[in-house]
């Protein structure tokens, strides 16, 4: 099946600072979502981009389908961004295989 | 978007019993799925639930340990039986709507722990 690899698996930021995380996938996919799940388990969708790039606020995400890889770039880092971020591709509808996340830190 | 919500939150379970999860969803959906995360793991696929047909399993996955129904395109049960202490991690549920795009949503997740 497909691989999804996700660097770096750990990052420590203080805040206010950038940080860009890397997802890369070994196959053609359908979609690509990333997420931030949070200290109570809950995952909060922040982008559906299978290709080209979206901005939200602080985030913004990359993916170049046809060198199979996503990058997610996180601005002006906050205290409450802390949290596993998770890169998952689709490959057959609505199956999602997931990377094995990027804990992020950031301190005050 | 889609409201997903699951009932129970959290839960700790007796070694030897079974416990149902249910998911809610505020539409109705295409495709329902239900995840496993193990702790401090990722995210593993359990199987696709089908409406009005048996699940579908993945791969080290059985319908004996995880039974699953779907009775209509909002609501779906999986049930976790004969719990070990191995069966403790978070159980999400999440749903694709060909009307809402191709965005997966997922619920809040259920929090088992196993004694």
């Known amino acids: 099946g497909i691989q999804v690899e996700q660097s770096p698996p750990d990052l420590i930021l203080q805040e206010g600072a950038n940080s860009t995380l890397r997802c890369n996938f070994s196959?053609?996919?359908?979609?690509l979502q990333w997420f931030h799940q949070n200290p109570w388990g809950q995952l909060i969708n922040l982008f559906y981009i299978p290709s080209g790039t979206k901005q939200n606020g602080r985030l913004s995400a990359t993916t170049v389908a046809t060198e199979r890889y996503s990058l997610l770039y996180i601005s002006s880092s906050q205290t409450t961004d802390s949290g596993v971020y998770f890169c998952a591709v689709d490959t057959s509808y609505g199956k999602l295989t997931f990377g094995q996340g990027t804990i992020l830190t950031v301190h005050p | 978007s889609a409201v997903i919500s699951q009932k129970p939150s959290r839960d700790i379970c007796q070694r030897g019993t079974s416990l149902t999860i249910q998911c809610q969803v505020d539409s109705q959906v295409t495709m329902m799925f239900w995840y496993r995360q193990q702790p401090g793991q990722s995210l593993t696929l359990i199987a696709t639930a089908n409406q009005g047909s048996e699940a579908t399993y993945e791969s080290g996955f059985v319908i004996d340990k995880f039974p699953i129904s779907r009775p209509n395109l909002t609501f779906s049960t999986l049930t976790v039986s004969n719990m070990s202490p191995e069966d403790s991690s978070i159980y999400l549920c999440s749903v694709a709507n060909q009307r809402s795009g191709n965005t997966i949503y997922f619920g809040e997740g259920s929090w088992l722990t196993v004694v």
């Open positions: 196959d053609s996919v359908n979609n």
